[in-house]
């Protein structure tokens, strides 16, 4: 066996070509070599079996970093080769694939291009026959990837510590090993043109509703774009509707995507993302979070009660507040009025520049602890409100009511586990805020009326984003509570699930 050359990397370079309209070269061992020249990444190598015979050259191509090559390819894949050479010689590709022993893919003459494209970026090593003009692949891939931890998006307290990472096959491993059946399907589909993003889809096939599996299916098949590498942009993309709140949920946690499947839901995953999608959601999904299923029916539904009171004062406090002093004065009970009042001399601006302001600083504080680093983010957030609100006080810019607002908005809204929900919050308080400034109690319930006619009109996947509150109420104590598992014997009606029942027939 002799090598006979090999590419340290190219160095000239060829123009792009256009995707759309590119002519399908003829498949030889220059037009490999010329394929990925501009790739200084992918090696090719070429090798006689055997030194004299000059029909047992072949042309060996890898993406360095994505495969094991030194390894494979020198102690198992050239070894196996040789000795099929050596007693059977190169014939047949059907031959070559079958008898190799190294479970070769012959790699069709129609698009090879780019066939061998999504091969060599998804770790595969290429074997090219020239005498055979026969391309082959073979799974050799080793891309880098760290282990299973603990989601940063979502703390666990009682759950699992395992959550998703950035290569899908170990999160697809996370569920599999917790639905230990072959009812529980996985698909995969390729989402843009220059990346080639895999995007999976798990379902259990005899619980989900066949009409939101292949809802989402064809949603990602209408997606033409250049590349996709975001679950958040493939959520944007998969719902056209200009909708303010996020259509589909968001977790870290592969036990709560587990839970939502077997509840008749679909779970997609992007490669690269450590998180999965999960379609339909509702509102009370997002209220959610993976540790309810990991505490008592008792403490869970204390937790989503609050998160739900947490969601209407979060949202309508300040704007009530503003309408109540601005234009309503005389609504207020007139120690708490008199109160106020000693608080505000002296204070240089009105009620509305106040609270904006407030609200404003809040913002600003939530997004540094976000984007800091945990231990240091939550400490800003907590010292830095604590210190700049007591100096504005003290120094006369605010009023002691107004940083109270402030403060109470801000905790309610903190207990939202939905990062994505939490910022539409956000957003609809500041408009809620400015009707309210421009027209009393008027405006604070014109702008209430629009946010939920907003949200009677969503759909996700063709469940009403508000069900189950409108009949038949019977998913609604559910949704809204966390029932007793004992209690809980049929899956949500709202989803028309195939098999509606949770719990087996013990009786033998």
Not at 176 to 188: A, D, G, H, L, P
Not at 273 to 289: E, S
């Amino acid at each position: 066996m002799i090598r006979l050359f090999g590419n340290q990397g190219a160095e000239s370079k060829r123009p792009s070509p256009n995707t759309e309209a590119t002519v399908l070269q003829p498949l030889n061992e220059q037009s490999l070599i010329q394929h990925f020249k501009m790739c200084q990444d992918v090696k090719h190598h070429v090798y006689k079996l055997n030194p004299n015979d000059e029909q047992s050259r072949i042309l060996l191509i890898y993406c360095e970093g994505l495969s094991d090559n030194q390894t494979f390819i020198h102690e198992t894949a050239l070894p196996h080769l040789t000795r099929f050479y050596e007693n059977n010689g190169f014939h047949l590709h059907e031959e070559i694939a079958e008898s190799s022993q190294l479970q070769l893919e012959f790699v069709t003459l129609e698009e090879w291009e780019q066939t061998a494209e999504t091969d060599i970026f998804e770790g595969k090593l290429l074997l090219f026959i020239p005498t055979l003009r026969s391309l082959f692949s073979l799974d050799i891939s080793k891309k880098p990837a760290r282990n299973p931890e603990e989601s940063s998006i979502e703390v666990s307290v009682r759950g699992s510590k395992d959550g998703f990472v950035e290569e899908l096959g170990v999160n697809v491993a996370l569920i599999r090993k917790r639905i230990k059946s072959t009812s529980m399907v996985y698909e995969t589909k390729k989402v843009g043109v220059r990346t080639k993003t895999t995007v999976a889809i798990l379902y259990m096939r005899d619980i989900v509703d066949p009409k939101i599996v292949q809802d989402v299916k064809n949603k990602l098949d209408d997606l033409h774009i250049d590349g996709a590498f975001s679950a958040t942009q493939l959520e944007e993309l998969m719902e056209p509707t200009k909708a303010l709140f996020p259509l589909m949920g968001y977790t870290g946690r592969p036990d709560f995507t587990v839970s939502c499947m077997l509840n008749g839901r679909v779970a997609l995953i992007v490669d690269g993302t450590p998180a999965a999608l999960i379609a339909p959601a509702n509102l009370f999904l997002l209220l959610k979070t993976p540790e309810d299923i990991h505490f008592t029916a008792l403490s869970s539904t204390f937790g989503q009660t609050l998160r739900l009171l947490g969601i209407f004062f979060s949202l309508l406090l300040p704007a009530f507040w503003v309408a109540i002093l601005s234009y309503h004065q005389d609504q207020l009970p007139y120690y708490l009025l008199a109160t106020l009042g000693i608080n505000r001399l002296g204070i240089p601006f009105d009620v509305t520049v106040e609270m904006l302001i407030v609200l404003i600083f809040l913002e600003i504080l939530r997004e540094a602890g976000v984007r800091l680093p945990s231990a240091v983010g939550s400490t800003v957030t907590v010292v830095g409100g604590l210190i700049l609100g007591d100096a504005a006080i003290r120094a006369g810019f605010l009023s002691p009511g107004i940083v109270v607002i402030g403060a109470i908005t801000q905790i309610f809204g903190s207990t939202l586990s939905s990062l994505s929900l939490a910022g539409t919050i956000s957003i609809l308080r500041f408009f809620l805020f400015i009707l309210s400034a421009m027209l009393g109690i008027y405006g604070f319930f014109l702008g209430l009326f629009i946010v939920l006619s907003h949200l009677a009109s969503l759909r996700s996947c063709g469940l009403p984003y508000l069900a189950p509150i409108s009949p038949p109420f019977k998913d609604f104590a559910n949704a809204l509570f966390r029932l007793p598992w004992q209690w809980r014997n049929t899956r949500p009606d709202m989803l028309k699930t195939r098999d509606s029942t949770r719990q087996w027939d013990r009786q033998k």
